[in-house]
């Protein structure tokens, strides 16, 4: 076999390696999930939304809308945030971080139980203020609509506080001299004595104010000695503003009576909910 010229392998080794691959230019553009989030796709535009109060909104992670944040006042004393969320696809997994005011991540998501469409997160709060929510698609095959909720047990407002301004009577032109009565000894009267009560009496009232603190709950009643009330006496929260039906695990004791319309008293129960009607049983 005659041998080939130097220039004509070199010819058939580079025709054999086909083409070179394109240089990289360092220029390629990243996939960005956020790029169409929205305000609320930063922490520092979060979406205030109110607690107990569920929020509907979507993820997407193709859709470049990958995350959701979300901005809740926490007040009161300290207690445990439960953020709650659920969504519509059965393919798709949702993730649901918590942090505290200045972006420290506190709680992360639980793992997705089988074929479940809703996760719960349980967060410790020793020190009531801001805090915030993360909702986010975390892979690209996760796209789905999607429920919220910040559960948190609030104190109820206190009961307002009404002024009345009365005007003084105008000046008279000419006042009649008054002579000063004379002066008559008062006769001093009897302590009043507390209203009698009859067997299985019951009062009606309200709850102004209630907070947990230690595992026991503490109740401000808007009931006093007016309406025969004293230390000891027990009663039941009742379900709704104005049910009858006792609420299960609502019994509490009256531990101090204040004055004639107030009084406070002790609970095991750790949230009153919605229900601020009490009935105590008087001569009890």
Not at 23 to 43: I, L
Not at 130 to 139: E, I, L, Q, S
Not at 193 to 201: A, S, V, Y
Request: aromatic share 6%; hydrophobic share 35%.
């Amino acid at each position: 076999m005659p041998r080939l010229p130097m220039f004509a392998l070199l010819v058939l080794v580079a025709g054999g390696c086909g083409p070179a691959p394109p240089p990289k230019t360092g220029n390629e553009v990243k996939f960005d999930a956020d790029a169409r989030s929205g305000p609320d796709g930063k922490r520092s535009t979060a979406r205030e939304v109110r607690i107990n109060t569920p929020v509907t909104d979507e993820v997407n992670f193709q859709s470049q809308d990958k995350t959701d944040w979300y901005l809740v006042k926490l007040l009161g004393r300290s207690g445990v945030l439960n953020t709650v969320v659920h969504w519509d696809s059965d393919s798709s997994d949702v993730m649901i971080d918590v942090f505290d005011e200045i972006g420290r991540q506190i709680s992360a998501s639980p793992v997705r139980n089988r074929n479940a469409k809703e996760k719960s997160l349980l967060t410790q709060i020793d020190k009531p203020g801001v805090y915030y929510v993360r909702v986010t698609a975390p892979t690209k095959t996760d796209a789905t609509v999607y429920t919220m909720e910040a559960k948190w047990d609030a104190p109820p407002p206190p009961p307002p506080v009404v002024v009345v301004v009365r005007e003084p009577p105008p000046p008279r032109e000419h006042p009649e001299p008054v002579d000063d009565p004379p002066h008559r000894p008062k006769t001093p009267r009897e302590p009043r004595e507390p209203r009698e009560t009859k067997p299985g009496e019951s009062v009606y009232g309200r709850i102004v104010q209630a907070y947990l603190e230690a595992g026991t709950m503490t109740l401000y009643l808007d009931k006093g000695t007016a309406a025969g009330l004293k230390p000891g006496m027990t009663g039941a929260i009742l379900q709704g503003a104005s049910g009858e039906e006792p609420l299960d695990g609502g019994q509490f004791r009256i531990v101090s009576v204040l004055d004639a319309n107030r009084a406070v008293a002790k609970s095991t129960l750790r949230s009153i909910g919605k229900n601020t009607r009490v009935t105590i049983g008087l001569g009890r």
